[in-house]
């Protein structure tokens, strides 16, 4: 049997918090995403407008927290914002 050495069972703690921690931010990041793409393709201008920066900020929230590359989230976020964008002049 393995001997218990205390730094490995507390790094074992620390990464169990932390995984669960990354996962709620990506699932929140990825819920808001999908929202967004919803109201997209549904041309909804009204839902899109109110979407928008909150999905924006939902996804510089997982770059804060680590969960996310900046050059991923600006990349998302320029392709959600060009589609949107796209959307609402149509309906203008």
Do not use: C, Y
């Not at 997209?40 to 201008?45: E, F, K, R, S, V």
């Not at 928008?52 to 392709?79: E, H, M, W």
Request: hydrophobic content about 40%; aromatic content about 2%; glycine content about 6%.
């Amino acid at each position: 049997m393995a001997k218990r050495i205390k730094s490995g069972l507390k790094r074992r703690r620390q990464n169990e918090v932390r995984r669960l921690r990354n996962r709620a931010v990506r699932t929140r990041v990825r819920n808001a995403m999908r929202d967004l793409r919803a109201a997209i393709t549904g041309g909804d201008a009204a839902k899109i407008k109110e979407l928008l920066p909150r999905t924006v900020s939902v996804i510089d929230g997982g770059v804060r927290k680590g969960v996310f590359q900046r050059n991923t989230a600006a990349r998302a976020k320029s392709r959600l914002t060009v589609q949107a964008n796209s959307v609402l002049q149509a309906k203008s």
